[in-house]
């Protein structure tokens, strides 16, 4: 995919502008090969296209953000529902590799584990009736 052509990130929004080109940019990530891994954040997910996929898009810590496709029908599809993840959860899959279904299919299989993204809070100050007056 050609890299978006680079415009100012000042101003109010250059750093909405940013993520979306950095999105833009994003490739599909398609392994071919058992063993082959992603792992990263959660950083947007949209649903779409012909067969109604989820699109995760994973910020990885050295190929930028990729995007791994998956259909509610498809083993990985229905791993990653299972899990529930959201944007800003880490996400890690692993490819397997291919199997043969009793039917005589063929269908890729996947280890999968998340992580919620915790989010911590400053203690709110006790209330007013706790301090003496």
């Not at 994973?58 to 496709?69: C, H, K, N, P, Q």
């Not at 229905?78 to 880490?90: C, N, Q, R, S």
């Amino acid at each position: 995919m050609a890299k978006l052509q680079q415009i100012t990130t000042k101003g109010k929004y250059g750093g909405l502008l940013a993520k979306a080109r950095k999105q833009a940019d994003a490739e599909f990530w398609k392994p071919t090969k058992p063993g082959e891994e992603i792992a990263g954040e959660i950083v947007a997910i949209n649903t779409g296209g012909q067969f109604n996929s989820t699109f995760y898009h994973i910020s990885t810590e050295s190929d930028g953000v990729l995007i791994v496709a998956a259909s509610p029908t498809t083993v990985l599809g229905k791993k990653l529902a299972d899990l529930d993840v959201e944007i800003g959860d880490f996400l890690a899959i692993v490819f397997l590799g291919e199997v043969t279904t009793r039917d005589g299919r063929h269908a890729k299989t996947w280890s999968c584990a998340s992580q919620k993204l915790l989010i911590t809070r400053d203690p709110l100050p006790p209330p007013d009736d706790d301090f003496p007056h």
